[in-house]
């Protein structure tokens, strides 16, 4: 937070009312929440939760307004034991994939911090082929069994990165075509949709507070701005996953392919499977 307020000025936003007096099952589990606003920035939260020698959770992100065609700031931390499972990227707003000029703009100085932290961060292996359009060429994502050293990585990685993101809010300039920032405003609603549906976290929060408080939690609060920003339903982005009776389908992943290497070259080319 005080590295963030160098650059901005950030206002405390309060939780939704359901989330105020929330409490886990198990008494041994602590968690903390926090959520701002700053003049650049549409949603600013973190949730933390800690089980008393048992696990421990970091999701942390940073939601641009749709004046700003920003990267997302995702830090996705679960530890577990001796097993550390982390995601850690500025997500793109916009596909990197076939849209080279985002690309160029946000990630090409970017690649050298990626190649540094990637190689001693290696690609944790599968990474289903629906997910990978919402990481950029600098996405970590990795497990690890614990140690220091590890976690010193780690925690500098997350420094280097958060603090080229502030960079780039900096930089950033508002945009005043009232079509760009609706194009801006969808993409941010699609990567929310997909994140409340599938995110990987669920089962977790599930398990900690039950299913209604979990859904809560989801959608109220890490990815705030499904219900605010578009009318759009999961099926009507990805209607790939729906079922004969009009169901979302609870796999992991429906098409595509999934990627046990890194599918970006240092270039930030994406060598891998083509979306159709």
Known sequence: MEETQRGTHLVSLPLPEKLRCMKAKDDNVAFHTLSFQAPKIRLLRSLVIEERHKMQVLDFAVFPKPEFDLPIFCANFFSSGQL??????????????????????YYKKLLPLGEKYCELLPWGGKLTGE??????????WTKFTSSQS???????????????WLELMDQATEETDALQILHNREAQHKYLTWRAEKD?????????FGDNLAKEI???FLFDGVASLGDK?????????????????????????????????TTGDF???EFG
Request: charged share 20%.
């Open 150 to 164: 590890k976690h010193d990585i780690l925690y500098s990685a997350f420094q280097d990165y958060y603090k080229a």
């Open 84 to 105: 550390n499972i982390i995601v850690l990227d500025l997500n793109p707003l916009h596909d990197v994939i076939t849209q080279m000029v985002y690309k160029e703009k």
């Open 271 to 273: 060598i891998g499977y």
């Open 233 to 265: 339903s999961f099926l009507d982005y990805f209607p790939g996953y729906e079922c004969e009776d009009g169901t979302i389908n609870n796999k992991r992943t429906v098409v595509g392919k999934s990627f046990q290497t890194r599918p970006w070259n």
């Open 200 to 208: 990987p976290g669920y089962p977790v929060l599930k398990k900690l």
């Open 218 to 220: 989801t959608r109220s």
């Open 131 to 140: 997910s990978i359009r919402f990481f950029s060429p600098i996405v970590i």
